[in-house]
């Protein structure tokens, strides 16, 4: 499972990378720093996804989860919400601190 957490974790990283340089580029071209919302960037990816989503909050956590949490969580630049995303995950990877006492021999 910490293989699976660490692969996730590097793939938000990448995207979150991605997302930055984009909008780095976005930034020297137009000379103006406007970052895509995560909102903004899932909706291109699929409108249908995105409406299931919030419907499906709505249903099992309730509207106050969509409005107050994650609708602020979509209004977020990309590469943050995906950097925040991929820290989670790698945390969620780390292997255990060692016994204190133990010999890393006995295992």
Known sequence: MRFLARIIGLIALAGAFAAAVIDGARWIAAGDW???STGAALYALSPKALAG???FVESHLGAWAWDNVLFRALLAPAFVDLTILSALFFLA????????GRS???R
Do not use: H, K, L
């Not at 990877?93 to 204190?100: D, F, G, L, N, V």
């Open 104 to 106: 890393s021999r006995d």
């Open 93 to 100: 990877s780390r292997s255990p601190p060692p016994e204190i």
């Open 53 to 55: 989503a919030q419907s």
């Open 34 to 36: 406007a970052p895509t």
